[in-house]
């Protein structure tokens, strides 16, 4: 057969029903090959850029890996976003580019281009990809199936390139002549690792102020539910990362709520108040720390597990007590093996006042639900979370509509959450949208974006009315990018230079585009006809757009300066009312 038809059933194999790309001229011999291909389906994105977005996501919902095509030189760039994406999060995807036959590449000492849109993708994607490869042997086209994917799943897992030149593509091989890739198997220093375990566990026996951070790398490893297990022994309080806020359901008993810079105060205090903290599987980077990583939680034993070396030995001036360099299935494993043998103190005290944190400092304050001109948009995310039910899926695109949304959604059971955490494009959630509904046989999905982040890749309505998704689409339409404007309020003099229509901003009317392309259009204006408009936006069974009319200047609440330990976000406290919240040594002059 020819090697495109070998790459398509080998995809099938491996049980991936579709692909996302755009055509073009060098990547027509695989495209052609799905068309014939009965089993399989190629969805035809407006842009790349909205296909390997929906790649890493499809990956995000199945567990299995996405696959995003595209054509040499423009095509292939525009996949970027999206690898970044994969990369930054961890979420393994192969991207699959076209490129010119093998005579009309450039090598090394030739000129700039000799084929026509000719780029050399492979070393444009290196420092974001895992595994990055011009195959030019159709001979070697199994051998690196084989190790692309097996990179891609492996250790941290992350997003892996094949290039493909065209004549490559169109050559026939005989299936029983190719060879295969045979990786290593890792092998594990359990000594080492139940050495680590014991260290963690006298110092659980020791706290009488633990809390449990949870991350990403726990959905990443698959162990949600050993992970459950293991809370629900030990019975310590539980904060996630954005990346893990749907692990645990909100009424959880053990769980607080989500921490760091852009978060809610009762999370904040508990982390910077604990004397013990064991993190599972999250990076801890300064949107979790602050920027000055030697205030977060400056008077507790850490214990770090994390799986990428580089990720647990950074130097960012935190003391790591105990480091557990191992993938969390092994960690969690030994852990289980004996797990009466953990004896942690009673901790109904700090329980309580972890309690009384959360009482004392909702997110969604009273006054919000008294506003009458347009939409509070902690009072919508309270709303919409009350009007959802379990297992829905979440999507959230960046700016200001990100962070409402992870301090404002109420989690409920098996449902998923999430959005580009690390690389955090604008326009990330809507073609993130399309790959989760796919992922769940044209499943619904919850998008929701600001204005900015629609207009980015408002084309992909195409893409929605084409197959009939039904991607409920909600616009927190400040008609603006206001986290930028809260950025500049901070640090510019309120000068709003390129964040508003005075600043030079342009603006469309978005209900009037996406009834052009024939989709169900529905604004909420205020508070009081709120809660009718989001069952209806629940009710309808095709796609969406529905615009949520926020007031300008409208600000994320509570938010951290730069430079200010975690606890200590605008706006501040009273000092009284701050010291009395504090455990440990306050660090306010």
Same mark, same amino acid.
């Given at each position: 057969?020819?090697?495109?038809?070998?790459?398509?059933?080998?995809?099938?194999?491996?049980? @991936?029903?579709?692909?996302?790309?755009?055509?073009?001229?060098?990547?027509?011999?695989?495209?052609?090959?799905?068309?014939?291909?009965?089993?399989?389906?190629?969805?035809?994105?407006? !842009?790349? !850029?909205?296909?390997?977005?929906?790649?890493?996501?499809?990956?995000? /919902?199945?567990?299995?890996?996405?696959?995003?095509?595209?054509?040499?030189?423009?095509?292939?760039?525009?996949?970027?976003?999206?690898?970044?994406?994969?990369?930054?999060?961890? %979420?393994?995807?192969?991207?699959?580019?076209? !490129?010119? $036959?093998?005579?009309?590449?450039?090598?090394?000492?030739?000129?700039?281009?000799?084929? #026509?849109?000719?780029?050399?993708?492979?070393? @444009?994607?290196?420092?974001?990809?895992?595994?990055?490869?011009?195959?030019?042997?159709?001979?070697?086209?199994?051998?690196?199936?084989?190790?692309?994917?097996?990179?891609?799943?492996?250790?941290?897992? *992350?997003?892996?390139?094949?290039?493909?030149?065209?004549?490559?593509?169109?050559?026939? @091989?005989?299936?029983?002549?190719?060879?295969?890739?045979?990786?290593?198997?890792?092998?594990?220093?359990?000594?080492?690792?139940?050495?680590?375990?014991?260290?963690?566990?006298?110092?659980?026996?020791?706290?009488?102020?633990?809390?449990?951070?949870?991350?990403?790398?726990?959905?990443?490893?698959?162990?949600?539910?050993?992970?459950?297990?293991?809370?629900?022994?030990? *019975?310590?309080?539980?904060?996630?990362?954005?990346?893990? %806020?749907? %692990?645990?359901?909100?009424?959880?008993?053990?769980?607080?709520?989500?921490?760091? /810079?852009?978060?809610?105060?009762?999370?904040?205090?508990?982390?910077? +108040?604990?004397?013990? =903290?064991?993190?599972?599987? $999250?990076?801890?980077?300064?949107?979790?720390?602050?920027?000055?990583?030697?205030? #977060?939680?400056?008077?507790?034993?850490?214990?770090?597990?994390?799986?990428?070396?580089?990720?647990?030995?950074?130097?960012?001036?935190?003391?790591?007590?105990?480091?557990? +360099?191992?993938?969390?299935?092994?960690?969690?494993?030994?852990?289980?093996?004996?797990?009466?043998?953990?004896?942690?103190?009673?901790?109904?005290?700090?329980?309580?006042?972890?309690?009384?944190?959360?009482?004392?400092?909702?997110?969604?304050?009273?006054?919000?639900?008294?506003?009458?001109?347009?939409?509070?948009?902690?009072?919508?995310?309270?709303? =919409?979370?009350?009007? $959802?039910?379990?297992?829905?899926?979440? %999507?959230?695109?960046?700016?200001?509509?990100?962070?409402?949304?992870?301090?404002? =959604?109420?989690?409920?059971?098996?449902?998923? =959450?999430?959005?580009?955490?690390?690389?955090?494009?604008?326009?990330?959630?809507?073609?993130?949208?399309?790959?989760?509904?796919?992922?769940?046989? &044209?499943?619904?999905?919850?998008?929701?974006?600001?204005?900015?982040?629609?207009?980015?890749?408002?084309?992909?309505?195409?893409? /929605?009315? &084409?197959?009939?998704?039904?991607?409920?689409?909600? /616009?927190?339409?400040?008609?603006?990018?206001?986290?930028?404007?809260?950025?500049?309020?901070?640090?510019?003099?309120?000068?709003?230079?390129?964040?508003?229509?005075?600043?030079?901003?342009?603006?469309?009317?978005?209900?009037?585009?996406?009834?052009?392309?024939?989709?169900?259009?529905?604004?909420? &204006?205020?508070?009081?006809?709120?809660?009718?408009?989001?069952?209806?936006? &629940?009710?309808?069974?095709?796609?969406?757009?529905?615009?949520?009319?926020?007031?300008?200047?409208?600000?994320?609440?509570?938010?951290?300066?730069?430079?200010?330990?975690?606890?200590?976000?605008?706006?501040?406290?009273?000092?009284?009312?701050?010291?009395?919240?504090?455990?440990?040594?306050?660090?306010?002059?």
């Amino acid at each position: 057969m020819k090697v495109a038809d070998y790459v398509v059933d080998y995809l099938e194999e491996k049980g @991936i029903n579709h692909a996302f790309g755009v055509t073009g001229g060098v990547i027509v011999p695989i495209v052609d090959a799905y068309y014939r291909n009965k089993n399989l389906e190629f969805i035809c994105t407006v !842009q790349e !850029q909205g296909a390997a977005i929906a790649a890493e996501a499809y990956s995000r /919902v199945t567990g299995n890996l996405g696959v995003a095509m595209a054509t040499s030189g423009p095509g292939a760039t525009n996949l970027i976003t999206g690898i970044g994406c994969a990369y930054f999060d961890s %979420i393994p995807s192969l991207y699959i580019t076209g !490129q010119v $036959s093998t005579l009309d590449i450039t090598n090394e000492e030739g000129p700039r281009q000799i084929g #026509f849109q000719e780029t050399d993708i492979v070393t @444009i994607v290196k420092p974001i990809t895992k595994f990055s490869h011009q195959i030019t042997n159709s001979k070697d086209i199994k051998y690196y199936l084989d190790k692309a994917i097996h990179i891609a799943k492996s250790d941290r897992p *992350g997003p892996v390139l094949l290039d493909m030149p065209m004549n490559i593509q169109l050559e026939e @091989i005989n299936t029983d002549n190719l060879i295969s890739y045979s990786p290593k198997e890792k092998e594990i220093n359990y000594l080492d690792l139940r050495k680590k375990v014991e260290e963690m566990k006298y110092l659980i026996e020791e706290s009488e102020r633990p809390v449990m951070i949870l991350g990403a790398g726990i959905k990443l490893a698959g162990v949600e539910s050993k992970t459950r297990t293991l809370i629900e022994k030990l *019975g310590i309080p539980v904060v996630p990362s954005w990346g893990a %806020i749907d %692990i645990l359901p909100h009424d959880h008993s053990l769980f607080v709520e989500g921490y760091g /810079v852009s978060h809610n105060r009762a999370g904040n205090f508990t982390v910077q +108040n604990s004397d013990l =903290l064991i993190s599972l599987g $999250s990076r801890l980077d300064t949107r979790q720390t602050g920027i000055k990583a030697e205030t #977060f939680a400056r008077e507790a034993k850490k214990v770090v597990i994390d799986i990428d070396t580089k990720e647990l030995y950074k130097d960012r001036g935190m003391k790591i007590d105990v480091g557990i +360099n191992y993938d969390l299935k092994d960690f969690l494993n030994v852990v289980l093996e004996d797990k009466n043998s953990i004896f942690p103190k009673d901790v109904s005290q700090w329980k309580k006042k972890i309690n009384d944190w959360k009482k004392k400092y909702p997110i969604c304050l009273p006054e919000y639900f008294k506003q009458k001109d347009k939409v509070n948009p902690y009072v919508f995310m309270a709303a =919409l979370s009350d009007e $959802s039910k379990e297992g829905e899926t979440f %999507i959230l695109d960046t700016g200001s509509a990100l962070t409402w949304g992870m301090q404002g =959604l109420k989690i409920k059971e098996k449902q998923k =959450l999430f959005s580009a955490f690390g690389n955090s494009p604008m326009g990330y959630s809507f073609p993130a949208s399309i790959g989760a509904s796919f992922a769940s046989n &044209k499943g619904d999905v919850n998008c929701i974006t600001g204005d900015g982040g629609f207009k980015m890749n408002l084309k992909e309505l195409e893409t /929605v009315v &084409k197959h009939n998704l039904p991607i409920k689409v909600f /616009v927190m339409n400040n008609h603006e990018y206001g986290m930028i404007k809260q950025f500049q309020d901070v640090w510019f003099n309120s000068r709003h230079a390129a964040s508003d229509s005075q600043g030079g901003l342009g603006e469309v009317d978005l209900l009037k585009v996406s009834k052009a392309y024939g989709v169900k259009t529905i604004q909420i &204006k205020n508070h009081s006809e709120m809660k009718d408009k989001i069952l209806e936006v &629940k009710m309808h069974n095709g796609p969406v757009v529905c615009s949520v009319e926020i007031n300008s200047g409208e600000k994320m609440k509570p938010k951290l300066e730069f430079g200010k330990p975690i606890e200590d976000p605008c706006p501040q406290l009273s000092d009284e009312e701050f010291e009395e919240n504090m455990i440990i040594k306050s660090l306010r002059k």
